[in-house]
């Protein structure tokens, strides 16, 4: 779990540990870029899958999160009043929808970036040929959960490297994505020149480890423990819906 942040002695790095320390001080402030950077993506990627170029969208996106610091809006999320990306997927279509607000927000932002976006990094494979499917919400959702494994990937990537490992998590890699076929034990052996055996513990032991750093992920981003189950069943559904065909139920 990432340490770059203040919050509860239980969930030291939660999202709504970011949100009750963001404030007008300096450990306030970096506590809300912190959230900036954990939930840019699922804004911008939302905006993209719903028609915005992405000029339009990086704009946008800076000006939404702009409009959270200058309204304050952050200080009106509550736990107990649902999750945190619902919270603000929910202010999000608010701000679309005031045409006025959002233009003169834009204004006050001038040419500064307020969010830093790597767009380049997020066009090059983020695939947007199709038309969206389903409610901005369940498009928001999808683009979080997608945000959630690339950030416990990126972990574990830099993991196996800190061990000498690299050539290794790129080769096992496709081992974790069910959207692919996954490469034969023998061929694995083959490339990485190991018994299948051991390649069969190799894996085993890298989707353990995915498992365990996706639900820190995961828990970074609710209020209380007993959430996260249900929370990772949501991810595992809404990843499900984006990869199943047209017409599926």
């Given at each position: 779990?990432?340490?770059?942040?203040?919050?509860?002695?239980?969930?030291?790095?939660?999202?709504?540990?970011?949100?009750?320390?963001?404030?007008?001080?300096?450990?306030?402030?970096?506590?809300?870029?912190?959230?900036?950077?954990?939930?840019?993506?699922?804004?911008?990627?939302?905006?993209?899958?719903?028609?915005?170029?992405?000029?339009?969208?990086?704009?946008?996106?800076?000006?939404?999160?702009?409009?959270?610091?200058?309204?304050d809006t952050?200080?009106?999320?509550?736990?107990?009043?649902?999750?945190?990306?619902?919270?603000?997927?929910?202010?999000?279509?608010?701000?679309?929808?005031?045409?006025?607000?959002?233009?003169?927000a834009r204004?006050?932002?001038?040419?500064?970036?307020?969010?830093?976006?790597?767009?380049?990094?997020?066009?090059?494979?983020?695939?947007?040929?199709?038309?969206?499917?389903?409610?901005?919400?369940?498009?928001?959702?999808?683009?979080?959960?997608?945000?959630?494994?690339?950030?416990?990937?990126?972990?574990?990537?830099?993991?196996?490297?800190?061990?000498?490992?690299?050539?290794?998590?790129?080769?096992l890699r496709?081992?974790?994505?069910?959207?692919?076929?996954?490469?034969?034990?023998?061929?694995?052996?083959?490339?990485?020149?190991?018994?299948?055996?051991?390649?069969?513990?190799?894996?085993?032991?890298?989707?353990?480890?995915?498992?365990?750093?996706?639900?820190?992920?995961?828990?970074?981003?609710?209020?209380?423990?007993?959430?996260?189950?249900?929370?990772?069943?949501?991810?595992?559904?809404?990843?499900?819906?984006?990869?199943?065909?047209?017409?599926?139920?």
């Amino acid at each position: 779990m990432r340490s770059d942040a203040p919050g509860n002695p239980e969930f030291p790095n939660t999202s709504w540990g970011l949100v009750r320390a963001a404030g007008g001080s300096d450990a306030g402030r970096s506590a809300f870029s912190t959230l900036c950077r954990r939930y840019w993506f699922p804004v911008y990627a939302s905006l993209r899958r719903h028609g915005f170029g992405a000029a339009d969208a990086e704009d946008l996106t800076q000006g939404f999160f702009l409009h959270l610091t200058e309204r304050d809006t952050v200080s009106r999320a509550d736990p107990e009043r649902g999750r945190f990306r619902d919270f603000l997927v929910g202010v999000l279509r608010w701000f679309l929808a005031h045409e006025h607000e959002r233009a003169q927000a834009r204004k006050r932002g001038g040419d500064s970036k307020f969010v830093a976006i790597d767009v380049a990094e997020v066009e090059s494979w983020m695939p947007l040929g199709d038309a969206p499917n389903g409610s901005f919400e369940l498009q928001f959702d999808r683009q979080w959960a997608q945000t959630l494994v690339r950030n416990a990937l990126d972990e574990l990537q830099t993991e196996y490297a800190a061990t000498g490992q690299a050539h290794d998590f790129v080769a096992l890699r496709p081992c974790l994505d069910p959207s692919v076929q996954a490469p034969s034990y023998a061929s694995l052996a083959q490339r990485l020149e190991r018994s299948e055996g051991a390649i069969k513990v190799a894996v085993h032991r890298l989707r353990n480890r995915f498992r365990e750093v996706l639900r820190n992920e995961v828990a970074a981003t609710v209020a209380d423990a007993r959430e996260i189950d249900e929370e990772l069943a949501h991810l595992r559904e809404v990843l499900a819906l984006e990869t199943a065909p047209a017409g599926a139920s």
